[in-house]
């Protein structure tokens, strides 16, 4: 029985698909948004199944097919018999519309799954049984759903799939590589992981003073000057700090010198030129302190409706808050959050960085380069993660080490891929992380002897 109290547009269900009978080239179009559950008559949802039917066998959309098909299902004479098809198409103003009709039926359905979505919200609010964290969240997803329409189908063809991985396959084999993942910006990194993949968590691991956040803030620059849209939260430093960070990085300007304002001349250009062109970069920064896994998720699907979402990156995961009732547990909370960092990976289909600090098991051992059992509070930190990657920097432990600049970044736990060190340079000023340059040395002169020029290639600038 229809509910005629819920919004609906009789004359806009009928107009879109009388437009499509008219002109069947618009049904590619309309279809891409427009799906049978969001017309309100079901003789108008049996006729767009049919034309669906017909686009997928590769069959033209007009009045002779689409009847044949509807007859074949037996809807026919459900829908009023061929003559409603008739009377659709008369009574059409112009096929000219067909989109904008589409939007008046998408609009309405958007509309009466709001009024069921704040039923479910309603009940949630009065069962006393859940707390309000999960009541919010709850609420929040219900919402989501409304406008995530991708949500709802996870059913997948398996030769669609094969389709979709081949397609991949062939676009590396070429050298085209925009289907790859987000990049780091770090070549070796890149070419182990082939960048920041859609819906993976990456937990990012090391001891305090390693450098971490210039870590994180070095990949949200990377990315973003590539053109992905960044969500950073920063729950250790607030945004003016993160921001003076990435400006460091990209004029190459001292830190402290910035912080003094004690720019020279050549200086201020350059940081004003920095600045301008940096402003226009899609980085959003959050710096709440205490952060919950409610905030964060409602806080990213406003960026994904707002602006679209390519990264998230959150400074650090044990400065988050979880469920009340895990607060005196931390390996129960600590697991909630990145089991919840995890599920927010898939559901945007957005690659999550997590940073997360190593317990001080390190501190003891002869050798101080982190593995995973090093991993803080949970297990679900390895467990969770599709790839884990620890930072180390040997002068943290070795001041006079003999390459104060040398990083590596350690991928110990690689879901997809191999697991490998890549070595990187570290410029503490300016706290960024670099890819590690190729120098010659001419040992020529230690080999005199040697008719010709000998030349020694080194992976990094030390």
């Known amino acids: 029985m229809l509910n005629l109290l819920a919004p609906y547009s009789q004359e806009a269900e009928e107009a879109v698909i009388g437009a499509v009978l008219i002109n069947p080239s618009a049904f590619v179009t309309v279809c891409s948004f427009l799906k049978a559950d969001d017309f309100f008559f079901v003789r108008h949802q049996y006729i767009w199944q049919a034309m669906n039917v017909l686009n997928e066998r590769r069959e033209p959309v007009d009045y002779l097919t689409l009847v044949d098909t509807l007859r074949i299902a037996g809807r026919l004479a459900e829908i009023g018999g061929a003559a409603f098809l008739t009377t659709l198409i008369n009574a059409t103003p112009t096929s000219v519309h067909a989109e904008v009709y589409g939007r008046l039926v998408e609009r309405a359905s958007t509309r009466r799954r709001l009024m069921i979505a704040a039923d479910e919200i309603k009940q949630l609010a009065l069962n006393e049984a859940m707390t309000i964290e999960i009541v919010t969240a709850e609420a929040e997803s219900r919402l989501f ?4 329409r991708s949500a709802d189908d996870r059913m997948h063809n398996f030769g669609d799939l094969i389709s979709t991985v081949s397609d991949g396959v062939e676009a590396r084999i070429s050298g ?23 819906g993976d968590l990456v937990i990012f691991a090391g001891r305090p003073g390693m450098g971490k956040s210039s870590a994180l803030a070095t990949f949200s620059l990377n990315a973003a000057r590539l053109g992905a849209r960044v969500a950073l939260f920063s729950l250790e430093m607030g945004g003016e700090m993160v921001t003076q960070r990435l400006l460091a990085m990209e004029t190459g300007i001292n830190t402290q010198t910035m912080r003094l304002g004690k720019l020279a001349p050549q200086e201020w250009s350059r940081f004003v030129e920095a600045a301008g062109r940096l402003s226009n970069f899609p980085i959003f920064i959050d710096d709440t302190p205490g952060l919950s896994v409610q905030q964060l998720r409602a806080k990213c699907r406003h960026l994904v409706h707002q602006h679209g979402l390519d990264l998230i990156i959150v400074d650090y995961v044990q400065l988050m808050t979880g469920l009340p009732e895990h607060r005196n547990n931390r390996v129960l909370e600590i697991g909630y959050i990145t089991q919840s960092l995890k599920e927010l990976a898939r559901e945007l289909n957005v690659p999550v960085i997590a940073a997360a600090q190593l317990n001080r098991a390190v501190e003891q051992r002869q050798d101080k380069r982190p593995v995973l059992s090093d991993l803080r509070e949970s297990g679900n930190l390895e467990n969770d993660a599709d790839i884990v990657i620890f930072l180390y920097r040997d002068v943290v432990y070795n001041p006079n080490t003999e390459f104060p600049n040398a990083a590596d970044m350690i991928v110990a736990k690689h879901r997809n891929g191999a697991t490998d060190t890549v070595s990187l340079y570290y410029e503490k000023s300016i706290t960024k992380f670099m890819d590690g340059a190729i120098r010659r040395i001419d040992l020529g002169n230690l080999e005199p002897e040697d008719e010709h020029e000998n030349e020694l290639e080194t992976a990094h600038p030390w």
């Open 145 to 148: 759903k409304v406008t995530d």
């Open 176 to 198: 085209n590589l925009t289907d790859m993942g987000v990049p780091s910006g770090l070549r070796e990194l890149d070419g182990l992981i082939g960048g920041w993949q859609k």
